[in-house]
């Protein structure tokens, strides 16, 4: 049983859209905030978008403020990231991750469970 499964990734042109999906397992239920990183080849891993699974609090990095929705479906332990005007520059694997505690902090070393990562490419 793995903590954290991102599926939903794939190739798109730029404006097209794609949503991401993020099962937390049963082992990791009293993580109470999820959350999206993404790595692009070259680059540090960003923060890209954080949810406390009650969804009552979210967070995002400013270049995908307005194009970016996170959200989460508290029956199904789902945690999506709906990503609309696709760019160019956010083609990158894109990574589940979960921590414990009620604040969601932009920092990957506060984050204890890792999915295994999916692609998002864009082409223009």
């Known amino acids: 049983q793995v903590p954290l499964v991102e599926s939903g990734g794939g190739l798109v042109q730029a404006g097209e859209s794609l949503r991401l999906s993020c099962v937390v397992s049963e082992r990791t239920s009293t993580l109470v905030v999820v959350a999206w990183f993404r790595q692009a080849p070259g680059k540090a891993r960003e923060f890209v978008a954080g949810i406390r699974r009650s969804g009552d609090y979210t967070s995002y990095t400013d270049s995908v403020k307005g194009r970016f929705t996170i959200s989460r479906d508290s029956a199904k332990n789902t945690i999506y990231l709906q990503m609309n005007s696709l760019k160019p520059e956010d083609t990158a694997v894109y990574y589940c991750?979960?921590?414990?505690?009620?604040?969601?902090?932009?920092?990957?070393?506060?984050?204890?469970?890792w999915g295994q990562g999916t692609q998002v490419t864009v082409s223009s």
């Open positions: 991750a979960a921590k414990n505690g009620i604040f969601i902090i932009q920092s990957e070393i506060n984050y204890d469970y």
